[in-house]
Nanobody, 115 residues
């Protein structure tokens, strides 16, 4: 059974930081591209950051320089370090794992940023 369990969301003031974690099980972790997506009310889900099995990363334009995605194969986990948070970063954040046509989602964790 595949499970992606996200955690680390919460309420933070603008310019603050949060670190999201996502623990994966039931997949061959090392071959998957891992990503963090977010969805704000009334908006489509969007890719925030992704990291390939080889460690290549890409970021949504507005988070470049503020967010960092990383993965730990010893813990089967992916992280999103979010610094200098802005009110517009507020959303439900979802972790994602995809490989060879397979696509799995975590349950989402709420990030709220107060101005």
């Amino acid at each position: 059974q595949v499970r992606l369990v996200a955690s680390g969301g919460g309420l933070v003031q603008a310019r603050g930081s949060l670190r999201l974690s996502c623990a994966a099980s039931g997949i061959l972790f090392r071959v998957y591209t891992l990503g963090w997506y977010r969805q704000a009310p009334g908006k489509q889900r969007e890719l925030v950051a992704a990291i390939t099995s080889g460690g290549d990363t890409n970021y949504e334009e507005t988070v470049k320089g503020r967010f960092t995605i990383s993965r730990d194969g010893t813990k089967n986990a992916v992280y999103l370090q979010m610094n200098s948070l802005k009110p517009e970063d507020a959303a439900v954040y979802y972790c994602n794992a995809r490989s060879a046509g397979l696509n799995y989602w975590g349950q989402g964790t709420q990030v709220t940023v107060s101005s």
